[in-house]
């Protein structure tokens, strides 16, 4: 009833012409036109957005969000299915042409996890979450139990030693302490890289299984009060989460580089190399203390210690571990949404993502991204309804089993790339959409002046001032190392600018830009948020710590919004290659001088320099041509033809053979660190054959990237003579 | 037995010519002459330190360090009186001229100390510390229980509020949470600066009492094993120590600036401005934890948080203690020991000291400096009895009640200061002896390369090369932030030479330097040393961690013995004021730098920058001159005078009215900060009245510092012109 009266109010606001432009003359922009619009059609876009940030209502999010996080809706369960069919009928119900489409994945649900230490004493571990008495939603009996994704089954007792983070450098301080961690179970903290990392390092060092706990002083007490008082980790919190090595390639494990369709081609779970064949067993920070403080040995290094009250050693004697780890492999189908609204158009399109699977109830990640494109949707819904039509096709992805290795956007991306190719102007994600008051955005280079402009146009919910005024004053602000956030903060900007990093691994823009080479972007509100992939991260949590006025829930549909509406109705889209060709040349840079540090021959480094240069070259040619109006005033087909060469300039990157070690990867600038997390490798090819100190990949490599940066250049040169400047 | 055969065999190797001249020829030194002495000299000098080094015996030292803390001896005890004793003794024995000088001071022992929560529940804390079973030590009945000294007896009911470290800094953080600590009891933890700065700044806040406990962070379980597993502080340890305010003048609190004899004019207790008005307890970590775990308002800054498993708040509310304190202050006598070594002239003296008293068993503070001194004087009397004789006088000083605010030796300087400015050459310190393998030392510039060559002539107990060269290479890799180390580590030094920090407060020099004007150093090895000022300071600890071997005692008796022979025996007196005359550039541009920031007319600070430029060109001038032999090959009775005047720069830099406030302080160059803990503030005056932003004082304080740097010029001409060159 409420929620009714409230939508009804809305659309009231937007048909009402007068009190519109009262709205949007108070509101009108002082600095001339939008990116990619005529001056006319500014004014028309204005009228537009101002239409649109009108509509997304807190109230309306919060309870899609109490709907969505009331019960668990892990993939391949039913609660999933429930929660797919229930995103259709909304989109539907706005107006959208939504679809499910389903895949067969190998996929497994843990029947049972066992962990002991069987010396010096024995205790039993892996101790689950304990209930919240005024939070009901924690005693359901349906949530999963704390468990890995994608680990083999199996038993396995050895003596444990501790790692820390598990990263490439600690495992050199180890090597320096002289100790092994062959036929020991490691255990490791979580943070710094991607758990599938951590995994495929101790399997490389010969590693009998994994063990990793979360430590207090990375999202625990060290960090801030523990849920129920505060929005950290409690002692009892597990995050769950995926050691299948995405790293390698996401998706389904059986199908690499195709859909996972019933009839598809299938490798064995024993050919597949982006699976793990150690167990790996996540532990919360009660248990992670009670293996730690057994541990005897070396005292470790004094960035090692964590926040646990004692000192922590290397282990490696005394203290024996005993993991027996049952999983149940089965095909399971899980099923994606795809909702289309179709504009007069229907060969570009629009593209915006966020997954709907959870670990438990997901409120933060992902169902605080589901509820804000849900209200993106509306509002859309309703602008249709008041008589706009998009110029463009946007569409609306809500994708199934992110959490298990980007699988639902992985295999739609795999099964659609043709036409994705063909189509797509760019695709937007949100996952965390909302776990506190700062925004944070990821995006190809060519994408953040536009991502930064649409925050410019919308207001903060508490300072008054816009949502980018506030980004910016927090980032000046911010210490170097932020935690507890699901995703790494931008690196700092030196300009004084919002920092937007680079498109790393961790979310649905993956498959999108780096399989497929379609221009993305990646935004959300980050904080306080101790509970990631806990059961913990629920409803209350949200009402009580993450947004509880879920005033950035709407203000985060309205950037999406923003961002969508510009994309859409653009003439010129709105693309930066000066951007994008500035930051491949500092890289090129920086991977000329780590070739001269490793004496390779300067002869061999400089036809990659002087691609560099020449993309910069004609990079400044079309931004000359575009802010001198190129391609406002040519004829529609000349128009059209030269949006879609600026929409396929990531495409040109790619390397069709892809990476060295992992073909799946084709972008050449780009692609999840093969050891370094969650974070981007820039010029993946050339840097990681220098981090291996192979000569040959590195000339390869170069190769493939100095042609891709030609192939990049030619189009630019081609948008440059299109555009009549 | 074994320690009278030991001693015999030094005896042997020192008196047999033949062997010594075959160890002389192996170590003879490359780079010419000692400095200060003509080549001639320098041989001869060679040597009689090859024979001296030849001599310090771990096992001579250890035993001296086993009887020295066989029993607690705190001053004011009987404990502390017999070792004064067995010292003069010792020294005797030796064939030094050593008398005990007493003095009467107002000192307190604590009747009683009770500490307990009364909210949010009752719990009575003050928990004192377990003795350790291998260490039979601890269970001495004699040890004091956890307090401070110079507190007032107390009885006071407050809630707590948590202020970090208690520094200027915090209390800035804490005004801008908004919490106020008027009529509240503050919870620091001990680190960052002096505890006595602590309770000012507490007292200064309008706090009515203090509680400082030991987080684990700083010298306990985060720093590494506790003791007796290792050697940082267990959950029970307590740091005790003095909140005397020495920072405004040290030594007995009734007597400020003249000696406590019987005799002397005393102010009353009430009258005495380095007593603070409100009592402070030390407690251990446990009982911190106690305290903290239960303090409710506001969550602390992240870089407040320490090592204790909770999330620290700032408290103010729920959390109140109730403190009682009863103390039996009265007149108590101290024990000095004074022991001379009478040279061919007794006009000139070389004075080296360290305190004898000490919390507990003090087996590293102060007692591995006492035993070094004793092993340095027993080879100084095998020296004699082998037919040496020293030119200048030797006067080895043994302090009482150091502990409680330098006092035996502020008592002695104030009573000798005259004599001690016409004979004094320089004052050696050492306190912490041995913590540990590593190098620390803190001089006046002049003395610092000083500290430094002496340093290359001993070689290090453990990797065969010199204690200079393990002290560079150490420090090269030494973190910014060393913890558990009693006294600050230097200032890292980007010429990559060896740290030597300016002299700050704590420990004996301070009187000798601040009050008098005589060029002092302090040296010592420092290490993982958690158990300072607790029970656990003892000979178990010494033996198991901090010097097992006790040759890290052996070696730092060569170094103090080198250095006190080269100022014995040199021509001319090694000091070095181009070294100096340019750290006070620095120091006065720095002053310059901040007087124009806050607006102060250039012209002002015109008459200081001449100054030091006028010093920097005397200081030239003279270096030359001596660095061309000047001074070697004059006439006795100027080489006298010039010796004389290079000793007694300080007393020209001495500025009669003292400092600012606390006119006991008369260095115009360095004096403890006020405000800044252990560290040294340099240019005092000025500096001072920066940080106050109080202009007219930083005119007076400059216009003292510009006369006391010409009086130094001026000084440093004549030397200039008896040098000959």
Known sequence: MNRTFRRGVSVAIVSGGALLMGAISHGARERGTIHGFTSGRTAEEEILEQKFRSIPDPGHVEADLRHLTSEPHLAGTEGSKRVAEWLQAQYQSYGFDAQIVSYSVWLAQPKQVKLELVAPQKQSLATQEEPIPEDKDTYDKRAVIGFNAYVPSADVTAPVVYVNYGTVEDYRILQSLGVSVEGKIVLARYGRCYRGIKTKLAEEHKAVGVIIYSDPSDDGYDAGDMFPRGPWRPMSGIQRGSVEYTQIYPGDPLTPGVAATPDAKRITPAEAPNLSRIPTLPINPQDGA???????????????????????????????????????????????????????????????????????????????????????????????????????????????????????????VEQNRDELQAKAVAYINTDVGVAGPNLSASAVPSLKEFVRDATRDVPNPQSGSSVYETWRAHEAHATVEELGSARPTGQSDSSGETPISALGAGSDFCPFLDFAGIPSADVGFVGDYGVYHSLYDDFYWMKKFGDPEFKYHAALAKVLGTMTLRLDEADVLPFDYGAYAGEISRAVQEVQKRATEQGINAAEVKPLVEAAGQLSESAAKLSHALQSGGGLSIDPAAQTKMNRDLATIDQALLDPDGLHGRTWYKHTIYAPGSYAGYSAEVLPGPSEALDRKDAVAFEAESKSLTAALHRASAKLDEITKLSGK
């Open 290 to 412: 009670a293996i730690l403080s057994k541990l005897d040995g070396a005292h470790v290094p004094r960035n090692w210690q964590g926040g646990l009250p004692f000192t922590y050693h290397v282990g490696g004697g005394t203290a024996v571990a005993h993991m027996t780890i049952a999983m149940d492999y089965q095909q399971r189908p899980i099923y994606d949404v795809i909702a289309k609204l179709h504009g007069t158009s229907d060969d570009e399109w629009v593209v915006l993502g966020n997954h709907h699977d959870a670990w438990v109830f997901g409120a933060v990640d992902p169902s605080s991204g589901t509820a804000t494109m849900l209200e993106t949707a509306r509002a859309l819904g309703d602008l249709v309804r008041s008589g706009w039509k998009p110029k463009r096709t946007i569409v609306m992805c809500e994708w199934d089993a992110e959490e298990e290795g980007l699988i639902g956007s992985t295999e739609w």
